[in-house]
Every structure is written in C-alpha cells, then in structure tokens.
C-alpha cells in the first residue's frame, strides 16, 4: 500500500499535451510572421521612395494569396502586436505540468512527501487549466468579431454550451479526485504511524521506492520488511481503502472506489460523472470539518449554480431563436387560410398560395430580405443591390447589350427578392 504515478497513463497524457502545445506554438509562431510580415511592409531600410514602392507592390503581389482577406490580417496582425495576446500565448504552452509529472512528483515521492504531492500537482493543474479556459474564451471572441459568428448554425451553439459545460465537470472532477486520494494518503499515513512500524518514522513505507509504476509485478528481495510488513497491514486496507464509511472522507467517499482500482478507463470517467452530477444538482455532499474541503465544497455549488443557470438559459435562447420564426410562418399560414376561407377563394387559388408561401419560406426562412436591404446605408444598399441582381437583370434580352452603366441603373432599382442569389439563399 504505497503512493504512485502510474506511467503508462502519463505518458499518453504527457503525449496528447504536447501535441496541444505544439498547436501554441504554431500558433505564435504564425503571428510572428504577420507580425514580422506588416513590419517589413511599412519601411524597407537602404532604399530610396521608388525602390520601396517597387519592392511593396512586388510584396503585395506574392502574398496575395496568402493574404487575402486584409480585414483578417490587420486584426490578427493587432492581436500579434498585444504584449498581452502573446504573453498569454506563450504562458499557455509553458510546459509545466509536464514538469510536475515527471520531475517534481517522482521527487516527492521519493522524499516521502506523499500528501504534499497532490496539493503540488492540484496547483499547478489549476495554474495551468485556468489561463487555457481564459485563452479559448479569447479565441472565440476574436472568430466572433472577424466573421460575425462562431459557428454557423444555432445547434452548433447549444453544443458549445454543453462542451463548456463537460469541461467545468472535467475539472471539478480531476480537483475532486486529487483531493480524495490526498485524503485516502493521510488516512495511511494515520494508520501506519499506529501500527507502529519503522518505516513510517519517514513516511517511507507510504510512498513506493520508485514512483513510476508501469504494470507487472515488483520482486519481492527489493522491498523491505518494513515495506512488506506494511502491506500486509489488514486493518489499513479496511479502513482507508475498502470502503468509505471506516474514516471521514466526507465530500471524497467515492474516491475509495478509484484509489486502489487498477482500471484506467473508471479512473477517468468516475470524476467527470461526479463533476456532472455535482454541478447539476448543486452539491447534496456530505462534509468533514476541513477547511479545504468547505471551500471546494462551496466553490463547487457555487460554480454548478452559476453554470446551470447560464447553460439553460443558452439553450432556451438558441431554441427559441429557431423556433419562433417557424411559430411566425405557422400564425401566418393559419391567417391567410381564414381569409381565404371567409373570402370564399376558390381551390385551385388557395392551392397556389400555399404553394407560394412554402416556397416563400424556403427561399428566405423567415428573413425579411427587402427590410435588411432597406437598413443598410445608401451607398452600401446600392452596392448589394448591384450585386444580388446583376444577374437577374442580364438574363432579361433587351438589357444583354446594354453598357454597364444602365445595368447598374436597373440592378440597383430592382428588388433583391427577385434575385436567383437570393432565393438560393
């Protein structure tokens, strides 16, 4: 019964992490170059006003391609120029809990230090986790402010809700599980210095002799009696690890299940479930006098309030964002088919204007084209007006041979409902 790293599952986690921060790092790296890019556009040093114009415009003329949205550009290049943007861009990639992994725990361990071990690694977990959330709220915001949205569907919202949603759980659950096995840890400690072996004067026995388990079994000439004394300890195991109701675990009671279970897959999914559970129905946890546990006990409430909260009332506005214009179409089809009844509108009429508003309701999906057209500025308006009835305009013989001056004239006067564009739209 010792303290461990199990390095099989580190190495996979230390593996995906690293193809995340390579992900950082390219990322910098690519605004480096806009960066570096912009700088060498605005002044070429030893050249004199015409070679610096030749050599822009050659510039600009290689990295159309590249550069193709100029919008895009200027406001990555402005974020790039942030001492903030890429400070936090350079923070995010540090690898840190890589470091605690296979350099400070292995470290500790080996001192004994076995409940000093969790607090170091739930630390840096957080110190780390945090300014990643911050950083994809960051990112997010900047997709939103360059193309208007982040996803182009409503569902594609709701589902970003509900992966916030698991990432929330995901980390109470990771917070919860280091904090139940640093108390199953002391739970050990306690009931090795009582039986009174020699190895506890150090903590030793409580902590493996090599910290990096990789499966198989450990040859018993290379563990000490104390060390084999001490696993063989029944009343230990029964009181820390069998079940939960032998020491006051309090809020971490199921951890028991995990500290002593060799199947990784229970070990990782346990915690989210608890996460998930936790955060929706606001914590009916038990609680030990524990200061520690208090707080993440409230933190957890707190947080599983704010985030229910938050994600029902997303969720509530994304469904009725896309059923309201349907309720629309719905009332209005019901009022067209009373008036064509109290009318006394004949079958085959009425059969054309259902027709009509169905094929109205594909075409626009409740969007009033003309009022959005109407809105825009005087000069814009004629633009998009030029552009979403060009082509409706040309197919029209008489304007075939016409100059471009009396066909944007004519686009510009027609409606945009009448256009194939948007009625492909």
């Not at 921060?21 to 690519?30: F, V």
């Not at 063989?232 to 995990?258: E, F, H, I, P």
């Not at 006394?344 to 009509?356: A, C, I, L, S």
Request: hydrophobic letters at 45%.
């Amino acid at each position: 019964m010792c303290v461990f790293l199990d390095g099989w599952l580190a190495a996979a986690v230390t593996a995906l992490r690293c193809m995340v921060d390579a992900m950082h790092a390219w990322n910098i790296l690519t605004q480096l170059r806009v960066v570096a890019r912009a700088g060498h556009r605005k002044k070429l040093p030893g050249a004199d006003d015409e070679e610096q114009s030749e050599a822009q415009a050659a510039l600009a003329e290689a990295d159309a391609d590249a550069d193709a949205d100029a919008t895009t550009t200027s406001k990555l290049r402005d974020y790039g120029m942030s001492m903030k943007g890429l400070a936090l861009d350079f923070f995010v990639a540090l690898p840190v809990m890589q470091l605690v992994v296979w350099v400070a725990a292995p470290a500790m361990i080996r001192a004994g230090t076995t409940t000093a071990v969790m607090t170091v690694m739930l630390v840096a977990f957080l110190f780390e986790y945090l300014p990643k959330i911050y950083h994809s709220v960051v990112f997010l915001r900047r997709m939103q402010n360059q193309s208007g949205q982040i996803f182009g569907t409503i569902w594609w919202g709701i589902a970003l809700n509900l992966m916030a949603y698991f990432v929330a759980a995901h980390a109470v659950g990771a917070c919860w599980y280091l904090l139940g096995v640093q108390r199953a840890t002391k739970c050990l400690k306690e009931q090795c210095f009582q039986a009174g072996a020699t190895a506890c004067a150090s903590t030793a026995a409580v902590a493996c002799a090599d910290p990096m388990y990789y499966g198989g079994t450990v040859a018993a000439a290379s563990i000490g009696g104390d060390r084999l004394a001490w696993g063989a300890n029944a009343q230990a195991r029964s009181m820390c690890l069998t079940s939960g109701d032998n020491y006051q675990y309090g809020a971490y009671k199921w951890t028991v299940m995990l500290v002593s279970n060799p199947s990784r897959l229970e070990k990782m999914l346990l915690p989210i479930f608890w996460g998930l559970m936790t955060l929706s129905t606001f914590g009916n946890l038990e609680s030990t006098t524990e200061w520690l546990e208090i707080v993440f006990n409230i933190i957890t409430i707190t947080g599983g309030l704010i985030l229910v909260t938050m994600l029902i009332g997303n969720i509530k506005v994304f469904l009725n964002a896309t059923t309201s214009k349907k309720q629309a179409m719905h009332t209005r089809l019901r009022s067209v088919e009373w008036w064509m009844k109290r009318k006394g509108v004949p079958q085959g009429y009425r059969q054309r204007v259902r027709q009509f508003e169905r094929q109205r309701w594909a075409a626009t999906r409740g969007v009033d084209e003309c009022q959005i057209v109407r809105d825009l500025p005087e000069g814009l308006r004629r633009d998009i007006k030029y552009h979403l009835c060009l082509g409706l305009v040309r197919q029209v013989p008489l304007f075939q041979h016409m100059d471009d001056l009396v066909l944007e004239t004519s686009a510009t006067a027609s409606s945009p409902s009448s256009s194939p564009r948007a009625r492909s739209s």
